[in-house]
């Protein structure tokens, strides 16, 4: 009843929500159904829900592949450890960047370090190509100056996951700590106007004021972040890999596109894409459940 | 003031020249790949090539200026960012404000959010996504590169946390006075909202500029490409050169692979590189103020 008296009086309220609605619907929900065609033998003309069904043969199917448990085993070794580099960096740059008192240094520095974050990729990854290149690539050039072997960056597999996560922490970390800094400038002076008063040191500041005046923000980073466990990052490592380093760089995301796109298994990628989407499906809402018990936190 | 300690003036030394380096750290591989650009096809194979060009010369940019295909796909992103960003503004801030209200007020308001939350929790991958693009018959035109990412859910999200902020009174105020709620939308919420408006928008025109793997996906034929898909397409196929059409041999001795890829590369980080003041007064400000909960 109240909800019918609620239409009649603010219909404008449903009515601007109709735009929107539409576009998820054909955009993300009708692909949401498509998954059925893990479960088919896909024929294009058929469409999703008139092909042949064949229960779980694709699934078996995948878990014979060779590539599909290493591309599985590297996107959560590279995807924890970004994040966990992505978590330490940003705090600890936050905590360096506060204690400098020249606002025209902070704001340079600050400037200077969200950069990357805006930039794409491909632009960034074609960059990468270019300074890491072991012939002319100026770090290269540099470690070779200081009496070292050239290192081969993407092409050596040794190296390969160092320069994803390296990279990936290089372009985020002066954009995450912009929510630090927000943190840090919220803490109550008065604490630190206390704690001078009691004689602690800028150290025993930073150590009982600073950093538990922002654990909060951190914990909560930390729990959003478990729902990227399986999230590698598909443009990074898509314009950086190539078929040398596949054994240690080739992630789930790129395996569903070469599968895909570029083998036309239509079925078979599709049933590597919902295995993933599955678990971090779970992840996520395992993240946010825990989020909003710990810190109460609400997406909106 | 009590004088600060040597150990502390030692600290804040270190400090400073630290995160000096880590600023340099961010915009010197940028700068490098500049410098490469505007240096000789020698120079820059041997390595000489620091972040100053070396036998200064703008033929690797004139190579690509000729080449149709990049001015082709430059113009594409233009029209998908003018077109994308208006789109995208006007669903943004159409359905953020309807779940900005209280579920007291709005009772199906916590319900349509999670039709919208949903989306970023779960997904059908990419095989059923490109075949539902299909369907829609958008391939290779402008519209499959608007309309599947059109609705931003995060984007809405901030927009709507900014909305919550904002004094009840307003709304109040504005209905009873007997404007709609598209009036008070419009005339009311938007213009006391620049601040965050201006940080969606940015970071949205951001995000077209640099949206790549949509182009590869839902354009057919190459010369449709926006300028990021076409970036990657050319840094993906090593034959560059080839692409480049470097048959003059006065060319070919001062523009190789290496320095006219630079230069594409710089021209599709330029429009960025021209934002970048501009973006970074707003985003921090805005961010911030959207992530403001009651």
């Given amino acids: 009843m109240r909800v019918l008296k609620s239409f009649k009086r603010d219909y404008t309220l449903h009515l601007m929500l109709v735009p ?7 955009f993300s929900y009708y692909p949401m159904f498509g998954f059925v065609i893990a479960f088919e033998k896909f024929v294009a003309y058929k469409g999703f829900f008139h092909s042949k069904w064949v229960g779980f043969d694709n699934f078996r199917y995948i878990f014979k592949m060779p590539d599909f448990l290493p591309a599985f085993r590297n996107t959560a070794i590279i ?19 506060n204690e400098v008192r ?13 950069l990357p974050h805006f930039l794409s990729w491909v632009i960034l990854a074609g960059i990468l190509k270019d300074i890491l290149s072991p012939s002319g690539g100026i770090v290269n050039e540099l470690i070779t100056a200081l009496g070292f072997k050239p290192i081969f960056f993407l092409g050596d597999n040794h190296w390969f996951r160092f320069t994803l996560i390296a990279s990936d922490v290089w372009k985020e970390f002066g954009f995450n700590t912009i929510v630090y800094t927000a943190a ?29 005046g922002i654990v909060p923000i951190i914990i909560l980073l930390a729990t959003i972040s478990l729902g990227n466990v399986l999230n590698a990052g598909f443009d990074q490592v898509f314009n950086l890999y190539s078929p040398v380093t596949y054994s240690t760089g080739d992630i789930l995301d790129t395996l569903v596109y070469r599968v895909g796109i570029v083998s036309a298994q239509y079925s078979v990628s599709t049933a590597i894409g919902l295995f993933k989407s599955i678990i971090s499906f779970v992840l996520i809402c395992a993240s946010y459940g825990l989020a909003y018990r710990l810190a109460n936190y609400r997406i909106f | 003031m009590i004088k600060s300690s040597l150990s502390r003036r030692t600290f804040l030394v270190c400090n400073l020249v630290f995160l000096t380096g880590l600023s340099l750290l961010c915009v010197l591989p940028i700068l490098n790949v500049l410098a490469v650009s505007f240096s000789s096809a020698g120079a820059a194979a041997a390595g000489e090539v620091r972040f100053w060009p070396v036998d200064f010369n703008v033929k690797a940019y004139e190579v690509v200026m000729k080449e149709g295909k990049f001015f082709g796909a430059f113009g594409m992103s233009v029209e998908r960012l003018l077109l994308g960003t208006l789109i995208n503004m006007v669903l943004c801030v159409l359905t953020a404000y309807p779940l900005s209200k209280d579920s007291k007020r709005f009772p199906l308001r916590t319900a349509y959010a999670w039709i ?9 991958g990419l095989i059923p996504w490109y075949l539902a693009v299909k369907q829609t018959h958008l391939l290779d035109t402008i519209w499959a590169l608007i309309l599947p990412g059109a609705v931003n859910v995060f984007n809405i999200i901030l927009m709507l946390n900014f909305f919550r902020g904002l004094p009840k009174e307003l709304e109040e105020s504005s209905l009873i006075d007997g404007a709609g709620h598209l009036k008070t939308l419009f005339l009311i919420f938007l213009p006391i909202s620049l601040p965050s408006l201006a940080t969606v928008t940015l970071f949205t025109m951001v995000g077209h500029w640099n949206s790549w793997f949509d182009g590869l996906m839902l354009m057919k034929s190459p010369d449709r490409y926006p300028l990021a898909t076409y970036l990657q397409s050319i840094e993906i196929d090593l034959s560059t050169l080839r692409q480049l059409n470097l048959t003059d041999p006065d060319t070919a001795r001062v523009v190789s692979n290496r320095t006219g ?25 805005g961010l911030v103020m959207g992530s403001v909960k009651e």
């Avoid at chain 1, 929107?20 to 054909?26: D, N, R, S, T």
């Avoid at chain 1, 995807?79 to 960047?97: E, S, T």
């Avoid at chain 1, 803490?187 to 800028?202: C, F, M, T």
């Avoid at chain 2, 939350?117 to 997904?123: G, M, R, W, Y």
Wanted: aromatic residues 12%; proline residues 5%.
């Fill in chain 1, 20 to 26: 929107a609605l539409l576009l998820v619907l054909v």
């Fill in chain 1, 79 to 97: 995807a924890i450890l970004k994040i966990v580099g992505n978590l330490i960096v940003p705090i600890v740059i936050a905590l360096l960047l």
């Fill in chain 1, 102 to 114: 020249q606002t025209f240094i902070k704001r340079g520095v600050q400037i200077l370090v969200y």
């Fill in chain 1, 184 to 212: 840090l400038t919220s803490i109550n002076p008065s604490l630190y106007e206390a704690a001078v008063v009691d004689g602690a040191s800028r150290w025993k500041q930073t150590l009982y004021i600073t950093l538990p």
């Fill in chain 2, 116 to 124: 919208f939350v949903f989306t970023i929790l779960f997904n059908g």
């Fill in chain 2, 261 to 285: 890829r630079a230069a594409q590369i710089f021209m599709t980080a330029l429009p960025i590189l021209i934002v970048y003041p501009f973006l970074q007064k707003y985003f921090v400000s």
